[in-house]
């Protein structure tokens, strides 16, 4: 599956999350990056087109600005895609990565904002609906600033599945995901290490029993639903 994924920041190399994610995505993920503030100086309308109908799923990532995207976005998305016809676009993916600095709870019915994320982005949605596209769940990324290790290995994970599926994120989708980047991330790295290697190969089975496990109490518990 190929991705395209165009970042809308103004300036990613001071962007600590932008970073995180343009990296993680370049170094474990088949994606392709295109910087919009970067390009727009140069725009050829017809090459980004081609960019995009050979792209079988297109991310737009940015930092919510004032309950929005920044305006880059829209200014490229009204140059490119208003002479493409919805035919072109039909049946590929769009999904949105956005970075808020708010607390996931302030973005609900009840809390500070009063509205979701999804809702305040409910444009692009009826954008994948205009030219037939299917349309992923928002992927989105709060309070960035506060995140630990843990928090942030557990968020490229998260961001490497959005990036390279189309999959639900699923706990066994998830899992599944994880089980064959990690053999094919370090694997291959420590094959040849006779130490390592049959206790990396232990850790990747007792994964794989996990996933297992996971799967059959599902379909029990679906068995009991019915």
């Not at 990613?12 to 999350?17: F, H, I, P």
């Not at 880059?72 to 808020?100: A, C, D, H, R, Y």
């Not at 973005?107 to 992923?136: D, I, P």
Request: proline share 3%; hydrophobic share 40%.
């Amino acid at each position: 599956m190929k991705t395209v994924c165009y970042i809308a920041h103004p300036d990613v190399n001071q962007s600590s999350s932008q970073q995180y994610l343009l990296e993680s995505g370049l170094n474990y993920s088949q994606a392709q990056y295109v910087n919009l503030y970067e390009m727009m100086n140069n725009l050829v309308i017809e090459q980004e087109q081609n960019r995009l109908l050979a792209a079988d799923q297109i991310i737009f990532q940015f930092p919510m600005y004032w309950y929005q995207a920044p305006g880059i976005l829209f200014e490229w998305i009204n140059q490119v895609w208003s002479t493409l016809k919805p035919s072109q676009l039909k049946g590929k993916t769009l999904g949105i990565v956005v970075v808020v600095g708010g607390k996931k709870e302030h973005y609900q019915s009840g809390g500070r904002e009063g509205r979701t994320v999804s809702e305040l982005l409910s444009n692009f949605e009826v954008l994948a609906r205009h030219f037939k596209m299917n349309y992923k769940p928002i992927f989105a990324i709060h309070q960035f600033q506060y995140m630990n290790e843990q928090q942030k290995a557990h968020l490229m994970w998260r961001y490497l599945f959005y990036l390279e599926t189309t999959e639900e994120e699923r706990l066994t989708n998830y899992q599944r995901f994880i089980i064959a980047r990690a053999k094919t991330l370090i694997g291959e790295e420590i094959a040849d290490d006779h130490n390592l290697a049959p206790l990396w190969q232990a850790f990747i089975s007792q994964l794989e029993m996990q996933e297992f496990e996971i799967e059959e109490l599902m379909g029990i518990n679906l068995e009991e639903e019915m």
